[in-house]
């Protein structure tokens, strides 16, 4: 009878253990999903991006359009004003995507289109078509 009342106990036991590593389990992954969550890039994110990666200068929050410096058929530097022609954006639980496409109103073989995966701080090319340079 005392042989089946262990038993009992290290069943008991057990459960109590898995019970508690369970619990830890969830609380970790939850806690990784608010996290991830938290840390999801946006559009502003996007927009510091764009300024560092490309070295242009925002003429507004979102970089909807920026200031560039190109190099004229001259070979002098000039600076060229982009402007967003077309944009989709697409935001996931942890992810962002953006699709745009960048021109300049004064001469239109100036152009950058973008597709890009934001996760985290990080951001990566997904397709990119780019002539700042003239004809």
């Not at 992810?95 to 973008?114: F, G, I, W």
């Amino acid at each position: 009878m005392s042989y089946v009342m262990e038993l009992g106990g290290i069943d008991l036991k057990i459960k109590h253990i898995l019970l508690i590593a369970a619990s830890f389990t969830v609380y970790i992954v939850v806690m990784v999903s608010i996290l991830l969550i938290i840390m999801k890039p946006d559009i502003t994110d996007y927009a510091l991006w764009l300024k560092n990666h490309y070295n242009v200068q925002c003429l507004d929050v979102t970089c909807d359009s920026f200031e560039v410096e190109v190099e004229n058929e001259n070979g002098r530097d000039k600076q060229i004003t982009m402007v967003t022609a077309k944009e989709s954006y697409t935001s996931g639980v942890f992810t962002m995507q953006k699709d745009v496409a960048y021109r300049n109103l004064e001469d239109p073989s100036y152009h950058l289109d973008l597709k890009v995966r934001g996760f985290f701080d990080e951001f990566s090319i997904i397709e990119e078509k780019v002539n700042l340079s003239s004809k």
